[in-house]
């Protein structure tokens, strides 16, 4: 598949995922089931992992949800409340205790905790002093909604706790769900339990909440200062003994095969249960070994979601449509004759790529097996040729993108292959398509994260021809705007303070807001840390000394051709430098307390009983910084068994010093 093909359905995907995370987190009202929706994540994570430049701010690989509703006060969590990654069978078991023993760099015994997912809404519940002080509702996993006294209406949650041993200051977590007899009542005013049960606890009046039968089972913690405790089998007895209800489906596994064997049983004897699950929770039983694995963006190392198998129908293809993304992949797209795929009606399903549609020989008129599984949205596995009619016709994958530019695939120097996506080359924003993607990301939550301003009100503000360029959010004709249907002086005033909050942002989120193809959130933030303020950002671009950022431990050769290209285009030099002309863009704010503050240090060799990864996180947590090559600004070089004699070498000519693991240890006490 061509790579702007490939861009063009992960652009597709990632709107959906946008879609339906407002009608999920914002309207309580969602229109496909936990399974459709985790199929469009795990495409997009898979498409992500296969193709490097594939990026977006609403990827689940850095975001966690929606942001919480305008109707609710927030509250940000003291501890992230993070998704988990998915499994789907037991080589991505395999993988995931891969990765546990690769970040340990030591393959001990461990054993899991297993608990039942059960499908419905998480919630935190912070108790200071005994007393339920504080509920609220997961959000985007940063910040969520303050539902306290909606949550006080659960029996299963307790108001005040006298155990002596309950912690003075914790944040308990949970699931809050309706039982399936009970939702029995409720199916005609929602669309499943758990849309019954989120609808719910958004009640603005806890009266009305009192009326239906929520439950509530606790599973982990976020805050709490722990010494005590050993294993979360451990912390799940103690809850029990605090008077929360737990699972009586928990329990604690030694390997892999055990996990899975578990979870075959389960998947048969889940629909005998009395609340929906979709799948089963592993976590490393250790509370020790999880603080040591620590976490990603948005999941931590230590657990993943197993999920249950797919759901799958037949359906006959009436149109292939191409959709364009922000990096100006087309994505193409089958619509297909409503069906009924485990519950939820389904229209739409991915083709992937010209390559997939080519290679499972899909035309239109076909009738297609289409699936949904894990985290990706529908797909079409397969064609049913026994089916194939006459008048069944060819798919012809356009080469020109809809702006009427002629689409290419790329070379990968490192494949030797055509990347499988055809994509619409970026010439700064002269597709129209790909230029509302821009806007559409410059405005996004991660990005300038201007409320008000969606993704509907940018297309219509494009259509209208009031936004050409990101700088024309900051010049809107606000008169204009209050004479459309739909706004008012209250919206036009809302989306004015939203724009002019807006316009002071961190170099990081600036960066990122750019749209710079395979410049991430993670990315974003090492240029800025590097580069320190827009002016010597700026600078390195106009003298063009990319390949200094070849230092910044993260930062390839992918990225430095990335920004090369991106910045051949002069156009987008002058956006961005008028842009910094408009915005405050502040310095990224980094830690000024550590005990490894304001030093770089760079290793060679292998370390005992750690991995690289955990080395680096370590000197990060402490404020340090990680460097990739021996140059006059390491500090340190930290060599390990068998290091490189050149870098040793080089070190000692720069007068740098070098420590052994055990002498860098020591730093840390």
């Not at 979709?278 to 999880?290: A, C, M, R, T």
């Not at 994505?331 to 399903?349: F, L």
């Not at 410059?442 to 297309?459: P, R």
């Not at 219509?460 to 606000?478: A, E, G, S, T």
Request: hydrophobic share 35%; glycine share 6%; aromatic share 10%.
């Amino acid at each position: 598949m061509k790579e702007s093909q490939i861009k063009i359905k992960y652009n597709r995907l990632i709107n959906e995922l946008k879609k339906h995370n407002k009608l999920y987190f914002e309207n309580s009202s969602p229109e496909i089931s936990d399974k459709e929706y985790d199929e469009i994540k795990k495409e997009i994570l898979n498409l992500e992992k296969k193709f490097t430049y594939l990026n977006s701010t609403f990827s689940p690989s850095n975001s966690l949800g929606f942001v919480p509703s305008k109707n609710f006060i927030k509250s940000s969590h003291r501890v992230k409340m993070l998704s988990l990654s998915n499994a789907f069978g037991i080589n991505d078991l395999k993988n995931f205790e891969k990765k546990i023993f690769n970040y340990l760099s030591d393959k001990i015994k461990v054993e899991f905790s297993v608990e039942p997912k059960i499908d419905g809404i998480s919630a935190s519940l912070t108790y200071k002093d005994g007393v339920l002080v504080l509920g609220a509702s997961r959000g985007d996993g940063f910040t969520g909604e303050v539902i306290t006294e909606n949550l006080k209406t659960i029996e299963d949650i307790p108001q005040k706790i006298t155990n002596k041993d309950f912690p003075k200051d914790i944040d308990i977590r949970g699931e809050v769900f309706i039982k399936k007899n009970d939702f029995n009542k409720l199916k005609n005013d929602f669309a499943n339990p758990r849309n019954a049960a989120s609808g719910t606890l958004r009640q603005k009046n806890p009266d009305e909440t009192k009326k239906i039968p929520l439950n509530f089972i606790a599973y982990t913690y976020g805050y709490f200062k722990n010494d005590k405790i050993k294993k979360q089998s451990e912390f799940l007895n103690s809850l029990q003994r605090w008077g929360f209800k737990t699972n009586e489906h928990n329990k604690v596994l030694n390997s892999i095969d055990d996990l899975e064997n578990f979870h075959k049983k389960f998947e048969k004897d889940r629909f005998d249960l009395e609340y929906d699950v979709d799948g089963l929770v592993y976590k490393i039983n250790s509370l020790e070994l999880q603080k040591r694995l620590g976490f990603t963006a948005n999941s931590p190392r230590w657990a993943i979601a197993h999920k249950f198998s797919a759901d799958s129908a037949y359906s006959q293809i009436t149109d292939i449509s191409i959709q364009v993304g922000r990096t100006g992949a087309l994505t193409p797209v089958a619509r297909i004759k409503p069906v009924n795929i485990g519950g939820v009606v389904v229209s739409n399903a991915t083709l992937h790529n010209e390559d997939e549609i080519i290679r499972k020989d899909i035309r239109l008129g076909d009738t297609v097996k289409v699936e949904r599984a894990g985290d990706v949205i529908p797909h079409v596995v397969l064609v049913d040729l026994k089916k194939r009619g006459k008048n069944s016709k060819k798919f012809v994958f356009p080469k020109k993108c809809p702006c009427g530019f002629d689409t290419i695939k790329e070379f990968n120097k490192i494949t030797k292959k055509f990347e499988a996506v055809r994509r619409c080359p970026d010439r700064g924003f002269q597709c129209e398509k790909i230029a509302v993607e821009k806007i559409k990301h410059f405005i996004s939550k991660e990005a300038l994260n201007i409320d008000g301003l969606g993704k509907k009100v940018v297309e219509k503000f494009w259509d209208l021809k009031l936004i050409r360029f990101p700088q024309d959010i900051f010049n809107l004709n606000y008169t204009q705007i209050s004479k459309l249907d739909g706004w008012g002086d209250l919206s036009v005033s809302n989306l004015k303070y939203s724009i002019d909050e807006s316009k002071k942002v961190s170099l990081d989120r600036f960066l990122y807001s750019i749209g710079i193809r395979h410049i991430g959130i993670e990315n974003a933030k090492l240029l800025a840390e590097y580069t320190k303020t827009i002016s010597n950002f700026l600078d390195f671009v106009k003298n063009k000394k990319f390949d200094e950022f070849l230092n910044i431990d993260g930062i390839g050769e992918t990225q430095i051709n990335s920004l090369k290209k991106f910045f051949e285009n002069k156009s987008n030099y002058k956006i961005i430098e008028k842009l910094s002309s408009l915005l405050n863009i502040t310095d990224l704010k980094l830690k000024k307390e550590g005990k490894l503050l304001n030093n770089t240090f760079m290793f060679t060799g292998k370390l005992l009983n750690m991995s690289r990864a955990e080395a680096k996180s370590l000197i990060e947590e402490n404020s340090g910084s990680v460097v990739s090559s021996v140059n006059k600004k390491l500090k340190y070089l930290i060599i390990g068994e068998k290091p490189t004699n050149r870098k040793v070498q080089h070190a000692k000519e720069l007068g740098i010093k070098i420590l052994s693991q055990k002498e860098w240890l020591s730093l840390l006490d």
